[in-house]
Nanobody, 123 residues
Framework: VQLQASGGGLVQAGGSLRLSCAAS????????MGWFRQAPGKEREFVAA????????MYADSVKGRFTISRDNAKNTVYLQMNSLKPEDTAVYSC?????????????????WGQGTLVTVSS
């Protein structure tokens, strides 16, 4: 599976961005999808995940209530709507795909990764 993330940019605190991640495979709906982020000097961390059929979502506590993950399997795309952005949300955001039966919260649960898109939130 090839993944292409887009939608990053510079936004002021309190603003919104929507990230997209387009997948190359027609069997996209069989994969769990996740978003991770890595800030400068920090380790990669889990942000959000969604099951293959979209009926279950998971979020890191730091983004719960502000970010929403969704997917459109007809378009082979997963989204991350980010509202009420904070400077501490600044990071490179990457999407990832994991097979059915894998976990959600750890990088090792995913075996396909996109290239990342930079989100910068100014104060």
């Amino acid at each position: 599976v090839q993944l292409q993330a887009s939608g990053g940019g510079l936004v002021q605190a309190g603003g919104s961005l929507r990230l997209s991640c387009a997948a190359s495979r027609r069997t996209f709906g069989r994969y769990r999808m996740g978003w991770f982020r890595q800030a400068p000097g920090k380790e990669r961390e889990f942000v959000a995940a969604i099951k293959g059929n979209g009926d279950s979502t998971m979020y890191a506590d730091s983004v719960k209530g502000r970010f929403t993950i969704s997917r459109d399997n007809a378009k082979n795309t997963v989204y991350l709507q980010m509202n009420s952005l904070k400077p501490e949300d600044t990071a490179v955001y990457s999407c990832a795909a994991g097979p059915i039966g894998s976990g959600y919260f750890n990088s090792g649960d995913y075996n396909y990764w996109g290239q990342g898109t930079l989100v910068t939130v100014s104060s």
